[in-house]
């Protein structure tokens, strides 16, 4: 696989955002930037913004659980049952 290279992104946060931010990567096995970028590619994939550079998956390491471009309805697992 070819590696990209990154940017570097600082930014300000509310303390309680950070918290919540911190809380997600952990239920999800990630890093808080990893975090970061699988919400920012769900949001521009569910609202159309395309993502120059690349189809990079958001739901690499771990797999992002009931969230992404094809998710229909919320998701339980790896395997794709809907949870109801």
Do not use: F, W, Y
């Not at 994939?45 to 471009?69: K, L, T, W």
Request: overall charge positive; charged content about 25%.
């Amino acid at each position: 696989m070819a590696t990209t290279k990154t940017a570097t992104l600082t930014l300000r946060i509310a303390p309680d955002l950070k918290a919540a931010l911190r809380e997600a990567a952990q239920l999800e096995h990630r890093s808080i930037a990893n975090m970061m970028e699988v919400l920012i590619r769900d949001h521009c994939a569910r609202n159309g913004i395309a993502i120059a550079g690349g189809d990079r998956s958001a739901s690499q390491p771990g797999e992002s659980r009931g969230v992404g471009p094809d998710a229909t309805e919320p998701q339980d697992n790896k395997k794709g049952k809907p949870s109801r």
